[in-house]
């Protein structure tokens, strides 16, 4: 006689769950998709602040020009430049001139501002990307020793070492790098992306990238690749250093507070070593906030990139824009802001999208 079998009665036969899987992936989806559309705003309203800010002192030709020209020869460029027509005018002229990759021209040098762009964004992006490794160096883990020696003398030692990383001005701590490891012990150079040789070198190849380094090693030049390595140790330090007491604090504060689970102590009843604990239970969970953060200190980052690469006259948007604020070339510097502006913006997309595959908790 043939059975019947009832799967909405039989509690033991589950047809397979592929519907929350499909919720998943379209939760996943739906995220990226509000965290991308949310680029094009905070990209507008900062464009539009940085218009606005740069015309609070009237236009840029009187700023940069003002007592170096006669007021008739004053009058023609500013009517030249447009820059005599209303205000609401001019920016919504700007705003179609960034949608086709026009951002004026400088004033103090008449060059193109996407020149500028393209000449000394690689290296700030070179400095950004060293500063970052040392930071992830340090932070991370001199953090995890401190939450395995809590409450004791090294993570004491270690807590005030990064109130001071990040309490430290960075210009301070650049000259005071270059005064040990450059003046007095000599073991670096203490300016500049490279030597003269090596600089002739590497901008004499065909079609360089402007990272120094990725053009060295892509040309075989071991040489020039030293060279380059060791002038950018003090500023990546100087500046890694600020981040690194802000990551070994997180490290710290999320690792401790992992410890205290119930699975990690269910485990440590189990025998677990506390290194495998420590380094494979506790670690990534604690990751979240530290990536979250990540994406805010690459602002942290590229601002102070501009201290900096003047303390180590490291050429680079930084230092391209300390200079034009110093000619009050309100041109130039609006160009550079945006473009560090879209660089923040698209750099915490990146980082939410990778917060949101270590832990699928953040999609909701």
């Known amino acids: 006689m043939a059975t019947t079998i009832n799967l909405t009665e039989n509690p033991a036969v589950t047809p397979p769950p592929t519907r929350p899987a499909a919720k998943a992936g379209g939760s996943f989806a739906r995220y990226l998709l509000t965290r991308f559309l949310l680029i094009f705003p905070t990209i507008f309203i900062l464009v539009t602040l940085v218009f606005f800010l740069m015309r609070v002192t009237g236009d840029p030709i009187t700023a940069a020009l003002g007592g170096r020209l006669t007021p008739d020869q004053l009058a023609e460029r500013i009517s030249a430049a447009g820059y005599d027509r209303p205000v609401i005018v001019q920016y919504f002229e700007y705003l179609g001139q960034i949608f086709t990759g026009n951002f004026g021209r400088t004033i103090s040098d008449n060059r193109a501002v996407t020149e500028v762009l393209a000449t000394y964004g690689a290296a700030t992006a070179e400095l950004a990307v060293n500063s970052l490794i040392v930071a992830l160096l ?13 409450d004791r003398w090294p993570d004491a030692l270690l807590r005030v ?29 203490i300016a500049g992306r490279a030597g003269v040789n090596a600089e002739l070198q590497l901008t004499g190849l065909q079609n360089p990238s402007g990272i120094f380094l990725l053009d060295a090693l892509r040309s075989g030049n071991m040489s020039a690749a030293s060279d380059v390595i060791s002038h950018a140790i003090l500023p990546a330090v100087a500046l890694g250093l600020l981040t690194a007491g802000v990551f070994l604090r997180l490290v710290r504060t999320n690792v401790i507070g992992t410890l205290g689970r119930d699975y990690v102590e269910a485990g440590r009843s189990r025998g677990v070593s506390e290194y495998r604990l420590l380094t494979k239970h506790a670690y990534r969970p ?9 994406g805010l200190q690459i602002a942290l980052l590229l601002g102070g990139a501009v201290l900096t690469e003047t303390t180590f006259e490291w050429k680079g948007l930084g230092f391209q824009l300390a200079q034009y604020l110093t000619a009050r070339d309100f041109v130039a510097v609006q160009g550079i802001v945006v473009l560090l502006a879209v660089i923040v913006a698209l750099t915490n997309f ?12 953040v999609r909701f």
């Open 138 to 150: 340090i932070g991370i883990p001199f953090g995890l020793l401190a939450a395995k020696m809590r």
């Open 161 to 189: 070492f990064a109130i001071l990383c990040y309490a430290t001005p960075v210009f301070f701590a650049g000259l005071l790098l270059k005064l040990i490891f450059g003046v007095w012990l000599g073991w670096l150079p």
């Open 286 to 294: 604690a990751l979240i906030p530290i990536i979250t953060v990540m």
């Open 350 to 361: 990146i980082v939410d999208i990778i917060a949101a595959l270590i832990d699928p908790r």
